[in-house]
């Protein structure tokens, strides 16, 4: 059974940071596109970065470039997100995704196959 787990959210001030995990089970993830999104209460869920297998281009959503760094690793812990600068707007249930390739749109969720449960990630002001 493949599995995708989140850590690393929690509560914390605003200009402040978060590391978020995502764990892999059941398979390797190191031919797949791998993604974050958040989903804030009463709003759709949204596309915060993304990263592909090959060659390693990442790409960020307007609102948090400069902020925000995806990376992989493709091991267990196939990749992460480091939230720097962060902002009562960016409170919301954060989930990571992939995919399988690189010829799939990473902005949106459907192109996903597989999903995390999610980490709630809370900044105060």
């Known amino acids: 059974q493949v599995q995708l787990v989140e850590s690393g959210g929690g509560l914390v001030q605003a200009g402040g940071s978060l590391r978020l995990n995502c764990a892999a089970s059941?398979?390797?993830?190191?031919?797949?596109?791998l993604g974050w999104f958040r989903q804030a209460p009463g709003k759709e869920r949204e596309f915060v970065a993304a990263v592909r297998w090959s060659g390693g281009s990442t790409y960020y959503a307007d609102s948090v470039k400069g902020r925000f760094t995806i990376s992989r690793d493709n091991a267990k812990n196939p990749v992460y997100l480091q939230m720097n600068s962060l902002k009562p707007e960016d409170t919301a249930v954060y989930y990571c995704?992939?995919?399988?390739?690189?010829?799939?749109?990473?902005?949106?969720?459907?192109?996903?196959?597989?999903w995390g449960q999610g980490t709630q990630v809370t900044v105060s002001s």
């Open positions: 059941g398979r390797t993830f190191s031919s797949y596109t």
């Open positions: 995704a992939a995919f399988r390739g690189d010829s799939g749109s990473y902005y949106y969720p459907n192109t996903y196959a597989y």
